[in-house]
């Protein structure tokens, strides 16, 4: 398995921005696809984006397309997440997921599909 470690998660107004990073170490990174999931309080752990092995697939959540932007850099071992125009109901712990159970461009949006998964890093909108 890959370890995971995501940072970036603070305190920000509602319209900010924020990017969010997301470091693998242990394996090929590129050979893993990712994903993004949040879990805010009260609430159970959701899925937010998905990109390929490659970064060359990317899908989004409805709530979050258009705002939120996916990316990695395969040659840092690094994800990143670009959120823009932060609402308050983004507010959440952001999870970091990697997988190799899938084909190469199948889209996984379920949480069992993960194998590997970092400690969470919190944001919060609010004013």
């Known amino acids: 398995q890959v370890q995971l470690q995501e940072s970036g998660g603070r305190l920000v107004q509602p319209g900010g921005s924020l990017r969010l990073s997301c470091a693998a170490s242990g394996r090929t990174f590129s050979n893993y696809a990712m994903a993004w999931f949040r879990q805010a ?3 159970e ?52 997921a990697a997988s190799q159970r899938g084909q190469p461009y199948e889209v996984l949006i ?12 919190q944001v919060t909108v609010s004013s």
């Open 110 to 121: 379920a949480q069992h599909e993960y194998e590997s998964w970092g400690q969470g890093t």
């Open 45 to 96: 752990r959701e899925f937010v984006t998905f990109i390929s092995g490659s970064g060359t697939i990317t899908y989004y959540r409805s709530s979050v397309k258009g705002r939120f932007t996916i990316s990695r850099d395969n040659a840092k071992n690094t994800m990143y997440l670009q959120m823009n125009n932060l609402k308050p109901e983004d507010t959440a712990v952001y999870y970091c």
């Open 41 to 43: 309080p009260g609430k």
